[in-house]
């Protein structure tokens, strides 16, 4: 066995070790990595056990999220709340939620012996999840999803859970960084970039439009999830129905027109994020209606008039937040976005600028679709 072979042996037995040190129905069969995010280290754990066959185990990122344990708090509050709602007044149709797994020694957490912080989580069996949205169907089966994320948990108190990345979607914070990096940057003037600093400053009064809501009491402190991107939604891999939104560590206060222009932002942009193209992007009101159809097929019983006068500026809002966070992360020499060339952050920033040029110039359009599904 070679050096590199010997290493892999090694790992691979050292995750098996981790993944033994919580309650499991059955042996370890292998553990392979696992997804494509781009915070915690996930591995997929096979089971030799006809009940549960897998689960999930990560190394929660603790750069990113400093209070894991804080993590873990929301997790079991949240999946708990939710199970209970579910007992009382189940669905007619399939729908789960991430169970949280105890070591043997009932702790919903495990460290090794180099103080990383691990976890387990139920995995969805039968399910799947997609990058692109497919067609109308499939638009209105990931509105569906985020309604009934944020309806199973519209009577739990947002005190209840902690605050686990403070700043984070609070646009205002990201305009201030923003004008505080501006000054001290380097980069070379371009077409590309003068478009992008007028940009900005054509919009800067906006970026206070959710948070001046809130706290004039218009928009009520909710939970949400803060990261309802499309392959966030499993779906059942023999209906095709939409059966459980994961990648819960985000969840926290905050306002659900977050979540609502997140997931109509990554949603309703064909051309997709990375695209090199940026000139050719356009936000698509066929699939903004679809996914509003899905989400106020089950949002509608907790939403106030407030809610809906805001929906239309929280999709433009949240383009334009992810916008300025790639262009000042150009700006500041790419310190937080992982990047392929230098120029990445700064073609991602125009893609969500001319996302938002492409909302506003809809605003009535979309404004009535709204209206109309009141």
């Known amino acids: 066995m070679n050096i590199t072979e010997n290493l892999k042996t090694q790992a691979t037995d050292n995750l098996v070790a981790i993944a033994n040190q919580f309650m499991l129905q059955g042996k370890v069969k292998s553990v392979q990595a696992f997804g494509s995010g781009n915070i915690n280290d996930t591995f997929l754990v096979s089971l030799d056990s006809p009940k549960e066959q897998h689960f999930v185990l990560q190394r929660i990122n ?110 205002p914070f990201y305009l201030q960084h923003y004008e505080e990096v501006l000054p001290k940057t380097s980069v070379a003037k371009s077409p590309e970039l003068n478009y992008g600093l007028q940009f900005v400053r054509d919009r800067q009064t906006f970026a206070h439009i959710l948070e001046n809501a809130k706290a004039e009491g218009r928009l009520p402190l909710r939970l949400m999830h803060g990261d309802p991107k499309i392959n966030n939604v499993m779906f059942d891999t023999a209906t095709q129905q939409a059966v459980s939104v994961i990648d819960l560590d985000t969840v926290k206060p905050g306002l659900v027109h977050y979540d609502i222009g997140d997931c109509l932002r990554s949603g309703c942009n064909p051309a997709g994020e990375e695209t090199e193209n940026w000139e050719s992007v356009y936000f698509d009101t066929d699939l903004c209606q679809a996914i509003l159809e899905g989400y106020l097929s089950v949002a509608k019983a907790f939403l106030t008039e407030n809610d809906y006068a805001y929906m239309y500026d929280a999709i433009r809002l949240i383009a334009f937040e992810l916008g300025l966070r790639f262009f000042a992360d150009y700006l500041a020499g790419n310190v937080y976005f992982k990047i392929k060339h230098p120029e990445h952050n700064l073609e991602r920033a125009l893609v969500q600028f001319k996302l938002t040029e492409s909302i506003e110039s809809q605003e009535t359009k979309i404004r009535s679709i709204i209206q109309d599904m009141k």
């Open 62 to 171: 603790t750069q990113v999220f400093r209070q894991p344990q804080l993590i873990m708090q929301n997790m079991c509050t949240f999946t708990e709340h939710v199970r209970k709602r579910l007992q009382i007044t189940p669905l007619t149709r399939r729908w789960e939620v991430p169970r949280v797994l105890l070591t043997q020694d009932a702790q919903d957490h495990w460290r090794d012996a180099q103080g990383s912080f691990w976890r387990a989580i139920s995995f969805i069996e039968g399910s799947q999840s997609f990058d692109r949205m497919h067609d109308r169907s499939h638009a209105q089966e990931i509105g569906y999803a985020l309604g009934m994320f944020h309806n199973l948990i519209s009577d739990l108190p947002p005190e209840k859970l902690a605050d686990t990345l403070e700043g984070f979607h609070i646009t």
